[in-house]
């Protein structure tokens, strides 16, 4: 059974730091782009960052860009997103997703990807 799941996610004050894991299991994703997302209470789910097989090529959401980092660790079949200086409009339940197709680049849309994890609580509180 293939499945994605993520960790590290809790309750920070405003500014502070989360980094959040996500470990693939019943197959590898180190030939696949993979991406995390957000949704909050009441609104779409929105595209944070996502990065390449390779993890040279990285895209992120204005919103988050300069604040957030994602990486990738092949040999461990995860990817992380590092959060800092938090603010309390980033708060939602974040998703980690894996492109089915290798090799190819990664992209800011939902239906760009095929497995996704159950999601991880991010609360900021200002």
């Known amino acids: 059974q293939v499945q994605l799941v993520e960790s590290g996610g809790g309750l920070v004050q405003a500014g502070g730091s989360l980094r959040l894991s996500c470990a693939g299991s019943?197959?590898?994703?180190?030939?696949?782009?993979m991406g995390w997302f957000r949704q909050a209470p009441g609104k779409e789910r929105e595209f944070v960052a996502s990065i390449s097989w390779r993890g040279g090529t990285t895209y992120y959401a204005d919103s988050v860009k300069g604040r957030f980092t994602i990486s990738r660790d092949n040999a461990k079949n995860t990817v992380y997103l590092q959060m800092n200086s938090l603010k309390a409009e980033d708060t939602a339940v974040y998703y980690c997703?894996?492109?089915?197709?290798?090799?190819?680049?990664?992209?800011?849309?939902?239906?760009?990807?095929?497995?996704w994890g159950q999601g991880t609580q991010v609360t900021v509180s200002s």
């Open positions: 997703a894996a492109d089915s197709r290798r090799w190819g680049l990664p992209t800011m849309r939902v239906g760009g990807y095929d497995y």
């Open positions: 019943g197959r590898s994703f180190s030939s696949n782009a």
